[in-house]
């Protein structure tokens, strides 16, 4: 069912057109649908049908105009009756006035956004769904007035995008002028109408007929538009118009605000290649702006001069330009300036002194670097925009697209690029998303099907960054193939040692938005890194640093500013992968060197899943040997395997991750089992790390075996104080969580607890997280059920990211204890269940074994009770 009112009333069914005779039925059709989908008072309507004068059974007659109505529209389901008033039940887009209100406003913020192909295409679609005047055959004039103007500026509305895109029709505007001879807008459009047809003469005239109109009936002059408007028509400026857009403006919504907060006259969008910046300004930049497209440009004023519509006189184009633009408020969009920056600039400040209102919004690779310039970088896009772009172009070629998780990963590949999302998304035509993401491994083959209307430059992916390194000196593109070595961006200090280039190079290299400059690291978007990562690579000397990195940092990690330590190794994790990566190919002694340096990071960080598969590597490439450094490879890759090269050590210990696999693999010491030489000399070290972990594990194995409450507490309180003098915050939590075990008072275990989660909490450590998180669980068991099953499901979540199977199962069994509690002993037993299945190799793994088989003990008797 659908409604008419912009014209005579009427109603449309699958079948055809309604027959409803007679006004008072058609009049109330047309008050319904005005508000459809809302309840219409029964005062109101009475009032409409019936004037000021309604009949004594004006009720009945409403009632009896309702019911006519229902017959005719064929159901009486459509026309609700509610204690207040009648409401038409339909969708609004089921009533063309509705359906021409939502097309007319989205027209018009189109055409706000500079998108004038859009709004030309809304508000003609809007405006064909009128059949005549409004509501033509209802005595509702109030309504159909309204209605009129609404139709009247959406008229306008369309007539201003005709302009824009230069295709106005001077006919339809002047009979529009001659019905609305006082309405100045559309005296303006028809000016610039006459003019972009070449009519000058009459463009003027038309500005003397509507000067002695305005004067005769109203006595006024012409508004500063119009009178602007006529200037422009006698200077003969038929300036360029801002690029009509073929696809929708998606996101930048942030850049859009910013660059119109902006007070500076001269503001210049920076980015790499294919970031949108020139989108971006035609977005951002007034309708009146004059474009300027300097890509196959030498010579910036004459392209200036072209652009404005002016002929080269006997002035300089620098003069001439400053006589046409010294009077006019107005923005000049300089496009492209990378190439041409030093006659960018130089025409950029001679227009800003000798135009006072001009204002300027430049794109380029890199700053014009002239006094006053404003920068605005233009970011990569942000997930979200990135997927919504790629979903809107991918349905331009192919309408049933739909969005998957592999769009996601196409946008991050491509880091958010516009230029590079939207090569990838017309690839739909033919592939998947899948075989998309699979391909872009070699993304400047893949990415080479652009608009063939486009400049070449933005054709394919490989043009993009090939325009931005011919524009790079020799020293610029050697630093640039360097700095693409590094995988995770790079300090000041890497490149200088790594890449032996001068700051100046790198600062010219952000200045060419190759590289990005942010929290004192300098990194190069995947895509420019991959295409500079081909001329030249130093992969030894990005080994060699990292490797000199790891091995100062790894001492530091156990000391006071170990926060800072572990802050600056998470920033070059990626870096550190990639050093161990190439030194197991091409030198694996430094690799086991390298490893042995990184484990007490990877085990704190809780990256040990994530390098396991590397350390098999390395594990394929070097010999056995009873060496410490072996022992940390074994304890990474083949865990079961390091126990017959711990009994060999002697020491000294350098790596204390030696110690802790051995605690992990084994378990405590047993006191009746031969002392072995590593024992004898672990507890003889002087090492004030080592002396208080060996006072942790004394305590905690004095408490298993001996049960000596108060001199465990004793003990871990030492440790306790020798790891708080360090400043070191992971062997004090370890000591924290052993008191918290050991006290009687169940509120000052979780108050341990808390200063545990704490100390942890500020080096980020994921094991002890999820541990420390569980056991905390374990605390509030008996104090807070509720609270502690809240617990519980974080150390799962925990124990996932840092793949801690064992700590999985025990948060399982915390579960477990809780559904039986509860009674639900099927899901108790399912909870066990599973972390039985979690369950594998080491003590930590036997210990959880022996809290889920009791767990199942105790869950058998209670059945059985």
């Not at 960018?344 to 380029?364: F, G, K, V, Y």
């Not at 997930?383 to 969005?403: C, G, I, W």
Request: charged residues 25%; aromatic residues 4%.
């Amino acid at each position: 069912m659908h409604v008419g009112i912009l014209g005579p009333v009427e109603a449309h069914s699958p079948d055809g057109k309604i027959a409803i005779g007679g006004p008072r039925p058609r009049t109330l059709l047309a008050l319904l649908a005005m508000r459809v989908g809302e309840i219409v008072p029964l005062d109101r309507l009475v009032d409409e049908l019936y004037g000021s004068e309604p009949p004594a059974d004006a009720a009945n007659g409403l009632q009896s105009q309702v019911s006519r109505l229902r017959r005719a529209l064929g159901g009486a389901d459509l026309i609700e009756f509610h204690p207040a008033g009648y409401r038409l039940a339909l969708a609004a887009d089921q009533v063309d006035a509705h359906r021409f209100a939502a097309l007319a406003a989205d027209g018009r913020k189109a055409l706000d956004q500079g998108d004038a192909q859009t709004a030309e295409s809304l508000l003609s679609e809007a405006l064909r769904l009128w059949r005549g005047p409004a509501l033509a055959d209802v005595p509702v004039p109030d309504h159909a007035t309204r209605l009129e103007q609404q139709r009247s500026a959406a008229t306008n509305a369309l007539v201003a995008a005709r302009i824009r895109l230069g295709k106005a029709d001077v006919r339809e505007i002047q009979d529009l002028v001659r019905q609305h001879p006082l309405d100045e807008r559309l005296r303006g459009y028809l000016m610039q109408a006459l003019h972009q047809d070449g009519r000058q003469a009459e463009a003027l005239q038309a500005f003397e007929d509507a000067q002695a109109l305005l004067a005769d009936e109203l006595g006024t002059d012409p508004s500063p538009e119009l009178r602007a408007i006529h200037v422009r028509i006698l200077r003969g400026q038929t300036h360029r118009e801002l690029p009509a857009q073929l696809t929708s403006f998606i996101g930048r919504q942030d850049e859009l605000r910013r660059i119109a907060a902006l007070e500076s006259r001269l503001v210049t969008l920076t980015g790499p290649g294919g970031a949108g910046k020139t989108r971006l300004a035609v977005q951002a930049a007034p309708p009146s702006a004059i474009f300027v497209d300097l890509a196959p440009v030498k010579d910036v004023a004459a392209a200036t001069l072209q652009a404005l519509g002016l002929k080269e006189t006997v002035l300089e184009p620098e003069d001439r330009l400053t006589l046409a633009l010294r009077e006019r408020d107005t923005t000049l969009i300089l496009d492209n300036c990378e190439h041409v920056v030093v006659q960018a600039a130089r025409l950029a400040q001679h227009l800003l002194s000798t135009c006072p209102s001009l204002r300027i919004l430049a794109t380029s690779r890199e700053p014009l670097g002239i006094t006053g310039e404003t920068l605005c970088p233009v970011p990569p896009l942000d997930p979200e925009q990135s997927v919504a772009l790629f979903t809107d172009r991918a349905r331009l070629v192919n309408p049933n697209f739909v969005r998957d998780q592999q769009t996601a990963d196409i946008c991050r590949e491509l880091d958010g690029l516009p230029l590079a999302i939207e090569l990838a998304a017309a690839r739909t035509r033919s592939l998947t998303t899948k075989e998309i993401s699979d391909r872009l491994n070699d993304r400047f083959r893949l990415l080479t099907k652009g608009n063939r209307a486009a400049a070449p430059r933005h054709q394919t992916l490989r043009a993009v960054v090939e325009w931005s390194w011919d524009l790079l000196s020799d020293e610029e593109r050697d630093l640039a193939a360097c700095l693409a070595t590094f995988s995770g961006g790079a300090t000041l200090e890497a490149v200088e040692q790594v890449c032996r280039h001068d700051v100046e190079v790198l600062d010219a290299l952000v200045d060419k938005s190759l590289v990005e400059a942010a929290d004192g690291r300098y990194r190069m978007l995947e895509t420019i890194r991959e295409f500079c990562s081909r001329h030249r690579r130093v992969d030894a000397e990005h080994a060699a640093y990292f490797h000199d990195l790891a091995a100062r940092a790894d001492p530091e990690l156990r000391r006071s500013d170990q926060v800072e330590w572990f802050t600056r190794m998470t920033a070059e994790h990626a870096n550190l992968l990639q050093a161990v990566e190439w030194t197991t190919e091409h030198d694996p002694a430094r690799a086991l060197r390298l490893v042995s340096d990184l484990a007490w990071y990877w085990y704190v960080k809780g990256s040990r899943t994530e390098v396991e598969g590397l350390a098999r590597r390395l594990l394929e490439r070097v010999r056995e040997e009873p060496t410490e450094e072996y022992a940390v490879l074994l304890a990474l890759a083949a865990p079961e395997r390091v126990h017959t090269v711990l009994k060999q050590l002697t020491g000294p210990i350098r790596q204390p991750f030696v110690l802790i696999a051995w605690a992990m693999l084994t378990g405590p010491p047993d006191p009746d089992a031969p002392r072995t030489a590593l024992q004898d000399e672990v507890e003889r070290s002087e090492d004030p790390w080592i002396q208080g972990l060996i006072g942790f594990s004394n305590s905690y194995t004095g408490w298993v075996v001996r049960g000596d409450r108060p001199l465990a507490i004793a003990q871990s309180r030492a440790a306790l104080r020798q790891f708080q003098d360090l400043g070191e915050r992971w062997g004090a939590a370890q000591v924290l969580d052993v008191l918290a075990t050991l006290t009687e008072d169940p509120h000052e275990a979780l108050a341990l607890t808390d200063e545990a989660l704490r100390a942890v909490t500020e080096l980020g450590a994921r094991e002890e997280l999820a541990e420390l998180r569980g056991r905390r669980a374990d605390r509030l068991l008996d104090l807070d059920p509720d609270q502690a099953e809240r617990e519980y499901h974080q150390a799962l979540a925990l124990a996932a990211e840092a793949g801690l199977s064992a700590t999985r199962a025990l948060a399982s069994t915390g579960l477990a204890k809780l559904a039986q509690r509860r009674g639900d002993l099927e899901r108790a037993e399912r909870l066990l269940r599973d972390a039985q299945r979690e369950l594998g190799f080491g003590w930590m793994h036997v210990a959880a074994k022996q809290q889920v088989e009791e767990a199942l003990s105790e869950l058998a008797r209670t059945r059985g009770a």
